[in-house]
């Protein structure tokens, strides 16, 4: 029994890390365009074990959702990362540019 136990612990324990490692490199890939300034907020996140049905081929991603943003012409955005940490799609598709257009223009403001 305490086999058993220490068999299943183990298995929570490796089942977590993995988890935790997908969420981290999902987190560093939409990074890459949300960035740290705040260009694009108000992030929800969640996992789409079964599938997302909005993307063709219904992948396993993790979906991070923005309601806020500070780029004009831009209310939300929502960007599609696999569990390897890849950006698979974002809505808007230009998002990535829309958001370097910002930086650049806040940048050339100062």
Do not use: C
Not at 8 to 15: H, N
Not at 73 to 91: E, F, M, P, S
């Amino acid at each position: 029994m305490g086999k058993l136990i220490k068999f299943l612990f183990l298995l929570a324990l490796l089942a977590g890390l993995a988890g935790g490692g997908s969420y981290a490199a999902a987190y560093f890939g939409q990074g890459e365009i949300a960035g740290v300034d705040d260009a694009i907020a108000g992030r929800t996140v969640h996992l789409a074990w079964q599938g997302d049905t909005t993307l063709p081929g219904r992948p396993r991603v993790w979906v991070f959702e923005y309601d806020r943003t500070k780029v004009p012409g831009l209310r939300a955005a929502t960007i599609w990362v696999d569990l390897k940490g890849n950006v698979v799609a974002t809505r808007p598709r230009d998002l990535a540019d829309r958001v370097e257009r910002w930086r650049a223009s806040t940048r050339d403001a100062d």
